[in-house]
């Protein structure tokens, strides 16, 4: 699909070949990192920028993903992007903790887009609980790791039913 096809609101999911791509991937489905589209910007939570706006041209050049194109049919997107704006320059949350003040990226859709659920918050698979990955993570960060805790991820946010599928983005 080209970019001409998206409309302000619309939620973009992707998923890259990064190692902290890889562990979310391995504990939800299929996306890694998510936003929103309003006027040609990609507003997001990355741990480079925090909650920021970007230009989506320049994020695609800078982060080589596949990115999917879901549509929430209901959405007012005037007030949805008021929220997104309230939130820019808030830290990113790299404990993936709740209510700390920093946002994740599927932490900040659901903030500004209160339609999805929240979930116990998984990171391992089938035989562990808790993946090598995400142990060495939570010690360098010098916090438990949030296992249960409630929260989102970006593949949970995708299998709404309240959203469409619109289809691959080309660029």
């Known amino acids: 699909m080209n970019k001409s096809i998206l409309q302000n609101g619309d939620l973009l999911f992707m998923s890259d070949q990064s190692d ?3 562990a979310i991937i391995e504990t939800t489905e299929k996306y890694s990192h998510g936003g929103i589209y309003f006027d040609g910007m990609l507003y997001h939570a990355s741990r480079k920028r925090g909650v920021a706006k970007q230009k989506l041209e320049e994020y ?15 959405i007012d997107a005037e007030i949805i992007k008021e929220r997104a704006d309230r ?7 790299h404990s993936f903790y709740p ?39 939570y010690e360098e960060l010098g916090v438990p790791v949030p296992v249960g805790q409630p929260g989102t991820n970006p593949g949970q946010l995708a299998k709404s039913e309240k959203l469409k599928y619109i289809g691959k983005l080309d660029y």
Do not use: T
Not at 60 to 73: C, D, G, S, T
Not at 108 to 132: H, R, T, V
């Open 87 to 93: 939130y820019l320059g808030c830290e990113y949350n």
């Open 20 to 22: 902290l791509s890889k």
């Open 99 to 137: 209510d700390n003040g920093k946002f994740y990226c599927s932490q900040y859709i659901a903030e500004i887009l209160p339609i999805f659920d929240i979930i116990p918050m998984k990171f391992g698979d089938d035989e562990k609980e808790i993946s090598d990955y995400w142990k060495k993570y």
């Open 60 to 74: 695609l050049a800078e982060e080589k993903h596949e990115v999917f194109i879901y549509r929430y049919p209901e």
